[in-house]
């Protein structure tokens, strides 16, 4: 039995307790913020082994220089001259090459594959309880030639690959999802994707820990212990947390945890909003909204309304404009529904821990081999969860990966 640290309680980090105290391992964990309901709360919920695409491609940058000004658009950026940022900017333009996005797709279907396969086996197990694990897949709706086309190119590629993909016209949609605007031409269908209600798995998950005696520490790093290569302990201002092994899983806060032991990570906060409704809706299936890229899930008995991408730091406030963007563009993709002012005010925000070229960061570090890094999973953190909690055990027990881990090397270089 190893003594093991976690540091955050979102999913990665509830996932690597799970999986070390099912190995038989003794896991505290550290979150100083027990009310944080952020990005591992509000997200959309899906589980997306068709998202073969990573954040950073050419696209992004074309989109996103003819967004990043305007605060209602489904990208933003608020210019700041902080190095950091100039820095990881620099890096994420680097990584945006189709070389590197080709290079890409087999590590991210790889691992978004695993993982959903590790959300089947937890579901199955009922160890943590009964959950929604709902299999009718993710519908893209598009209403322009030019989604349908850079859509339709990514579809066929997931599917020479192996995943359930349909191309629906409109007709074929209707049949499925009664209710759209007259204005939305098709829909690709990705048979293959799931989805899930965030907030009930992450209560299960820590009712599910609690009740195996993981122990739980509200507080923060004050700072690490180091001797020899290794991370002795971390201490707060309270009490010192010695372990054989330590994970970094806060998120985007895991940046400075790891600047405090000496260690750059190259990580930015993509902020997402989501609104949730209690009332009857017209949504029977998951969809993307394409043009305005918002995502629409139909939860365990409501529905819940996100997206855009915020670069503005590490903050959590709410921009009354771009939850009325989401708002406006539920209405142009959906017949005779609206979000109400209630529902609107009542918007979320969570910060997406975004690497540079998209790709999580999973693994020990380089300086200290006892401490493992898990984030930086950026749009696909709800996915992935299980499968990096269980490569993070499976690193900590020394077992052979059950994927490549090279990708997601948490010490690579970006530029
Ligand atoms: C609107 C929205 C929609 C999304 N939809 C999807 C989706 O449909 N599918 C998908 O796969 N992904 C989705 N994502 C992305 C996904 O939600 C995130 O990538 C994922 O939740 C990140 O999980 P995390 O555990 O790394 O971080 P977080 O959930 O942010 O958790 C970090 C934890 O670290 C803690 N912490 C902070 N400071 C410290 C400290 N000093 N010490 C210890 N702990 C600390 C925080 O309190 C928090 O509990 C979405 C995100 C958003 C915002």
């Known amino acids: 039995m190893k003594k093991c640290v976690v540091l955050g309680s979102g999913i990665q980090g509830l996932s690597a307790a799970y999986y070390l105290a099912e190995a038989g391992h003794q896991v505290t964990i550290i979150d100083p913020h027990r009310e944080y309901q952020g990005a591992s709360w509000v997200n959309a919920g899906y589980l997306t082994p068709s998202h073969i695409i990573t954040i950073a491609n050419p696209k992004t940058l074309t ?10 658009s489904p990208f933003y950026m608020k210019p700041r001259l902080s190095p950091d940022f100039v820095r990881w900017l620099w890096e994420f333009y680097r990584s945006s090459t189709p070389k590197k996005v080709a290079d890409a797709i087999g590590p991210i279907e790889q691992i978004n594959l695993f993982s ?7 579901h199955q197990s009922l160890k943590m309880g009964t959950f929604q694990l709902d299999q009718r897949g993710l519908l893209m709706l598009y209403k322009t030639a030019a989604a349908e086309k850079s859509e339709t190119a990514v579809a066929l590629r997931a599917q020479s690959d192996g995943l359930g993909v349909s191309f629906l016209d409109r007709q074929g ?3 499925i999802q009664p209710g759209i605007h007259a204005g939305v031409k098709g829909a690709i269908h990705y048979t293959c994707d799931a ?23 509200e507080e923060s790093l004050d700072r690490w212990e180091v001797s020899n290569n290794q991370i002795k302990a971390v201490h707060t201002k309270t009490k010192a947390f010695a372990a054989d092994y330590f994970v970094v899983a806060a998120g985007v806060w895991s940046k400075d945890l790891l600047k405090r032991a000496g260690i750059r990570l190259s990580l930015e906060a993509g902020k997402g909003y989501s609104m949730d409704v209690h009332r009857p809706h017209p949504i029977k299936y998951p969809a993307i909204l394409m043009e305005p890229k918002c995502a629409i899930t139909p939860m ?3 529905a819940r309304f996100a997206g855009t991408m915020e670069l503005s730091g590490i903050n959590h406030r709410i921009r009354p404009e771009r939850v009325k963007a989401i708002a406006s563009a539920v209405s142009a993709y959906y017949e005779n529904f609206e979000l109400n002012t209630s529902e609107m005010q009542q918007a979320r925000c969570g910060l997406r821990p975004l690497s540079p070229d998209g790709l999580p960061l999973i693994g020990p570090t380089k300086k200290y081999p006892n ?32 994927i490549d881990l090279k990708p997601f090397d948490p010490n690579r270089k970006f530029s």
């Open 116 to 122: 959903k396969e590790c959300y089947e086996t937890l």
């Open 300 to 302: 365990e008995g409501w």
């Open 63 to 72: 989109n996103g220089i003819k967004w990043m000004f305007r605060s209602d």
């Open 173 to 175: 949609l209707d049949r």
């Open 371 to 402: 401490l493992m890094v898990a984030t930086g999973h950026a749009m696909m953190g709800w996915s992935l969860g299980p499968g990096t909690g269980k490569l993070i055990q499976q690193c900590i027990d020394q077992e052979p990966t059950s």
């Open 195 to 217: 989805h899930t209600t965030p907030p009930e798995i992450m209560t299960l998950l820590m009712d599910h820990l609690k009740k195996k005696g993981v122990c739980w520490v």
